[in-house]
């Protein structure tokens, strides 16, 4: 029987990423920006040196320890442009570890072969951050990598296995706890919507859980009172899940906090606008996934419209919602002294060219903030229940909330698993998504590249 054959479009995605490299690594001879924190910190674990720690790197050893096994397994050399390798490898694996993910929320069966990843799983894979930082040693992309690959085989009923992988998830980034407790959530909702009684048997328990285009608000305070009714049929699963919540706990004690090593400048915070920024971050990115849904953007629109003011609730729903978020924003917005002071990255020259523009401008993003989270909602919502689509903003307060800094990074992860459970996008709105991820791609990484500023340095996201 002979192979199936990689498509095409993979090909030509792992081709460019491979001249890409090439051309990292022509041009940024030296570690950059971060690398040279993590670069010596995985020479010195080539060398066998495990003991020895830089006490400015936060995150846990995964990324040094993966490049050692790539070393051992490959006779891989410990220098910037095979540690590059490292994450570059990750960001070809990608597609491979989104293709279940996309088919799982599509209901769809994935393809047999692992070379053959779907084209929506290589356009998402060609998201600009994920893009970038597969070329620099960073920790962002094997943490995605890991984290897709734990909630896919938590939606296959593979917990003790996603656990293992999960431990993993965390030896890059602590706060990757909280996408596994979303993978475990996430497989146990769709286990609960879809399970049915064997023949003559008792009819299982029902979680309250409506279709969530469908659910009105008194809906979520009934799926909160039907929560324990279900509780005997889903906690046999968590059993796995539940020795990493205990391992976590117990680097915390060790630790002392979350934060490994420079926890002056990593200081937890109550930085409620940053869950703001993320809509507007995944909005920027996603706006072709978000408007090629049945309809168009019209109808996107029109519904949109409706939810925020077709009725004197609705109306009075989104001018409490704005009053509220506009107090968030006065009490609770974080300039850190990085975002102020390294003008190397993108996010200083949004800083003060858009919110520091005039004192009104973070107020009257506002209702664009709830419009854009509506149109999400919507989207995710077409054939998710009420709890399914609103699993995953759950998650992200958690992980946004306690960061000071506005980082681009810390949105990643999850706008892959947002942007991952829009089930429908056609052919052309695929298109569409991949000619704009390749325009951010090109004019960054040319920027980064070719037009470094004396005294400046290199622009990055």
């Known amino acids: 029987m002979s192979a199936t054959p990689t498509p095409a479009y993979y ?20 570690p950059y920006m971060d690398e040279p924190f ?10 066998g040196d495990y003991w020895s720690w830089d006490p400015k790197i936060t995150t846990p050893p995964g990324l040094y320890v993966f490049s050692l096994v790539l070393k051992k397994i490959f006779l891989f050399k410990c220098n910037i442009s095979m540690l590059r390798l490292t994450t570059m490898l990750s960001l070809l694996s990608l597609p491979i570890a989104l293709t279940p993910l996309i088919c799982y929320h599509k209901r769809e069966r994935p393809p047999q072969s692992l070379a053959t990843p779907v084209l929506e799983a290589v356009i998402i894979a060609s998201f600009p951050l994920a893009w970038f930082f597969g070329f620099l040693y960073y920790t962002e992309v094997p943490s995605l990598v890991s984290v897709v690959s734990t909630v896919v085989l938590a939606s296959q009923g593979r917990h003790w296995l996603a656990a293992m992988l999960g431990l993993v998830n965390c030896t890059f980034r602590q706060n990757n706890i909280i996408w596994v407790l979303y993978a475990y959530a996430m497989s146990q909702l769709m286990y609960l919507r879809f399970r049915r009684a064997a023949p003559d048997a008792k009819q299982p328990a029902k979680l309250h859980d409506p279709l969530a285009l469908e659910a009105r608000p008194g809906d979520l305070v009934w799926s909160v009172l039907s929560a324990p009714k279900v509780l005997p049929d889903i906690l046999p699963a968590l059993a796995p899940y539940a020795l990493d919540l205990a391992a976590f706990g117990a680097f915390v004690v060790w630790n002392g906090g979350i934060v490994l090593g420079d926890k002056s400048n990593h200081i937890p915070a109550f930085h409620v606008p940053q869950v703001y920024y993320f809509i507007g971050f995944a909005t920027a990115f996603g706006w072709p996934a978000l408007l090629s849904g049945e309809g168009g953007p019209l109808g996107l629109a029109r519904e949109v419209r409706a939810r925020m003011f077709g009725s004197k609730r609705n109306a009075a729903v989104t001018a409490v919602a704005s009053a509220i978020m506009c107090l968030t924003i006065y009490k609770f917005t974080i300039q850190h002294p990085f975002l102020l002071s390294d003008n190397r990255h993108y996010t200083f020259y949004i800083w003060r060219r858009v919110f520091l523009l005039h004192p009104l401008v973070p107020y009257i993003l506002v209702p664009g903030y709830i419009a854009a989270a509506w149109a999400w909602y919507i989207r995710i919502g077409q054939d998710q229940t009420l709890l399914q689509s609103l699993l995953l903003p759950v998650c992200v307060v958690p992980t946004l909330l306690p960061t000071p800094l506005l980082e681009p990074r810390y949105f990643l992860i999850p706008y892959i698993l947002l942007r991952a459970q829009v089930k429908d996008v056609p052919l052309w709105g695929l298109g569409l998504e991949g000619l704009w991820y390749a325009v951010i791609n090109g004019v960054t990484m040319w920027v980064f590249l070719y037009k470094e500023r004396a005294g400046v340095g290199r622009f990055m996201w």
């Open 38 to 47: 993590h670069v010596p910190q995985a020479q010195a674990y080539c060398k």
């Open 11 to 30: 090909v030509a995605f792992c081709a460019i990423a491979v001249a890409v490299l090439k051309a990292v690594n022509e041009e940024v001879t030296e």
